[in-house]
């Protein structure tokens, strides 16, 4: 998997969560990334321009899974590590699929263990990501006027059957519900105010949401701390958010979720939330598809 003209691994480039090139989150993919210290695969990450990129290497002793499908995982922003990320670990999923067949892949990532899934659905890869143990958070008073205030948006605004919680699947995300698809799909914020209160608070996106109906809805991600404004599709925030909602009895204890993101920023793509009584986890699937060099 070693380009010689360049003398380091090859990079691939994926979408997740979409069969079209130019719909979904882009991911970058190094299915070799033995010998690339951190600053590598920042630099890669960097030079991608993606919200993030999954670095693939040896496992662990002693994690398991089936010999030569199970890997470390690490993921990388343009800007820094991030602990965990969705659409990358389906971009990497079904690009390690491509070339080695569908089945059961294990990922030590630095949340913890992340089982995966790839299979043949309709002609098309599907992969199925099994989040960590999750959990759900109150935030302060003060924390929400600032996150609102960063964003630009009132309290009477938001949702008020949605209380706004940090969610956590692997990666901390602030859930905030919007009363109408219009407030969603008006996103200006402040960048820099944005960033240094998620820093604050260590959260790696802002997930904003819009229920349709009981089981569809649309969402947003904000990400400046990861030298992105907007995550167009995020599997890591949507399993965040299948726990929130569970957790908080705002859907069925078993319940699939459709959530619809991408769309105001033109890459339209889906993720399928999947949630099981007596199971914490959380369960996120989607497609996903190579992007042409020239693409």
Known sequence: MTSRAQDRPEVLRYTAFS???????????????AGLDDAAQLAIAAELGYS?????????????????????VRYFSPRAEVPFCGHATVAAA???????????????????????????????????????EPAVLDVKDDDLDEALGALGWQRSELDPAFPPRIAYAGARHLVLAAATRSRLADLAYDFDRLTAFMHSLD???????????????????PFPVGGVVEDPVTGAAAAAFGAYARELGLVAEDAVLTLHQGTDLGRPGELAVALRAGDARVRVSGTGTRIPEDG
């Open 203 to 221: 959260l790696t996106t802002l997930q904003l949401v819009w229920r349709e109906s009981e089981t569809v809805f649309h969402v947003r991600d």
């Open 19 to 33: 069969a079209d090139p130019a719909g979904g989150n882009p991911a970058g993919v190094v299915l070799d990334a």
């Open 52 to 72: 993030e990129t999954a670095f693939l290497t040896a496992p662990p002793a002693g994690l398991g899974g089936e010999p030569g499908r199970a890997f470390t």
């Open 94 to 132: 079904i690009a390690f699929a491509e070339r080695h067949g569908p089945g059961d892949l294990l990922f030590a990532t630095p949340a913890g263990t992340v089982p995966v899934t790839v299979a043949e659905v309709d002609g098309a890869l599907r992969a199925t990501l099994t989040s960590v």
